[in-house]
């Protein structure tokens, strides 16, 4: 074989193999290219699947779910129900427990006020009593200075009489006894006779007014006050049965705080004690806080 031939031999099998090798990779292309449309088109379906199974999951819980609410809505409208029936009853309780506490409230402020009312008019009666006894007391005392003054005056009376042993005193200490020839026993007369008008007039200047007795007045003034404030009395009557006033009788008027005193039955000198002892029961119904506006002595 010539060189020549065994070249065009030589390039006759290159060009034979590189044939080969391209056929080949075209072959291997064409596999791969079939492969990757198989496996992509494998994928697309599992994927397909994956989506069907999930939709079709996904109606089945919606169906339980669908299942499953019916009860829990007839639940939730039964514990409404039954919530709505307990708050009613909780609000009809609350409501019968407010009137109760309404009521104590009421039953415990009457009860407060009526203790407040009788410590008041106890306190009041208290006082008055009080005042009354005071104003006793010092009646007795005004009584006793009176009777003290008066005595006094007595004594002071006595002893401006005139007294026989004082011209014996006179000639005390000498040992002549005194000649008794009248004289002095005429001159003691006279002076009686001069002194004893002085000593009655003054005796009458001294005398103080007869008044009604202090313990008669507090008296009748509690009377009138005890019947006007707490009896509430307009108009009444009473007997004096006690007193210098005894056997006569007392007409009472009242409004709004004051009391007219209308006297009657009673004689002339009774009068006289009354006109005299209008100031000193003007002055004791005021301490008790009532102001005299009409005094009449039939």
Known sequence: MSRV????SSASREAERVQHETDKRVRDDKTQSADRQAFGKLMQNQKSARDASAKTGQQQQQAKSGDAKGPDLARTALMARAGGAQQSKLVETAKTFQGSLEQAQHKSSTADQGRVTT???????????????????QAKVESK???????ARVEAREGQRPNAAIGQDQHKGSDEQPKDDGAAAAAAAVKKAAQQPQAVQGAKTAQPVKQIPPELLEKLVSTVYLAVTEKGLKEFQIELKDGPLKGGFLKISAENGKVALSFSG???????????SKGDLMRRLEKKGLSLSRFEVK
Do not use: C, F, Y
Request: charged content about 55%; glycine content about 8%.
């Open 5 to 8: 031939e065994g070249e065009q």
């Open 119 to 137: 410590r008041d008019t106890g306190k009041q009666k208290d006082r008055v009593e009080r005042d009354d006894r005071n104003e006793v007391l």
């Open 145 to 151: 200075k009176d009777r003290e003054s008066e005595l």
């Open 266 to 276: 009673i004689g002339a000198s009774e009068k006289n004690l009354l006109e005299a």
